[in-house]
T-cell receptor
Framework: AQTVTQSQPEMSVQEAETVTLSCTYDTSESDYYLFWYKQPPSRQMILVIRQEAYKQQNATENRFSVNFQKAAKSFSLKISDSQLGDAAMYFCAYRRGGGGATNKLIFGTGTLLAVQP | DTGVSQNPRHKITKRGQNVTFRCDPISEHNRLYWYRQTLGQGPEFLTYFQNEAQLEKSRLLSDRFSAERPKGSFSTLEIQRTEQGDSAMYLC?????????????FGPGTRLTVT
């Protein structure tokens, strides 16, 4: 079975600084996707960034980028120029690929990010 | 607002009562998911619909839980004879099958408290 592990329950960063959130996963599949979702307090979960396993190039979305190490099964999220609005719970998630798959998401336990002004 | 909506947002019920939650997905999305999130944990998959067909159910979904998606539009999740362990946030998500990554869009959730 696939598993996702986030070993940092809480992280803190100063405004305008850079922070990296860690995620490791375990799978025997070759076709899969990895995601980082953001869940602000009392607000709905939104997708931050997505990485396809077959792509070697790391995904980037504005201030958010990932370091995808397929062999090590590691998928970290880097937030540059942190802003107060980045404060939230961040979840790493895995999903099998392939058209016939359910595409259900398997989540880690989350990292609570605090941004200090 | 054309996002995923869920009702009610909060539900407090007494142990043993039945509750029903509703999810309205994004209109063109044919895939719908239910997840459960307990405090301090990530969401866990409960069940999945493609159009009106329920194609997968998690072992977490005991016999007291039932989900439907009539006509492939909105979905309901019913919990019968609620237990205190059912207290959680119930999240609904939807996706469009033909999108390249089947990105899931989440609703705000229904927080259930069983007293």
């Amino acid at each position: 079975a696939q598993t996702v592990t986030q070993s940092q329950p809480e992280m803190s960063v100063q405004e305008a600084e850079t922070v990296t959130l860690s995620c490791t996963y375990d799978t025997s599949e070759s076709d899969y996707y990895l995601f980082w979702y953001k869940q602000p307090p009392s607000r709905q979960m939104i997708l931050v960034i997505r990485q396809e396993a077959y792509k070697q190039q790391n995904a980037t979305e504005n201030r958010f980028s990932v370091n995808f190490q397929k062999a090590a099964k590691s998928f970290s999220l880097k937030i540059s120029d942190s802003q107060l609005g980045d404060a939230a719970m961040y979840f790493c998630a895995y999903r099998r690929g392939g058209g016939g798959a359910t595409n259900k998401l398997i989540f880690g336990t989350g990292t609570l990010l605090a941004v200090q002004p | 607002d054309t996002g995923v909506s869920q009702n009610p947002r909060h539900k407090i019920t007494k142990r043993g009562q039945n509750v029903t939650f509703r999810c309205d997905p994004i209109s063109e999305h044919n895939r719908l998911y239910w997840y459960r999130q307990t405090l301090g944990q990530g969401p866990e998959f409960l069940t999945y619909f493609q159009n009106e067909a329920q194609l997968e159910k998690s072992r977490l979904l005991s016999d007291r839980f039932s989900a439907e998606r009539p006509k492939g539009s909105f979905s309901t999740l019913e919990i019968q004879r609620t237990e205190q362990g059912d207290s959680a946030m119930y999240l609904c998500a939807s996706s469009f099958r033909d999108s390249s990554s089947y990105e899931q869009y989440f609703g705000p959730g229904t927080r259930l408290t069983v007293t």
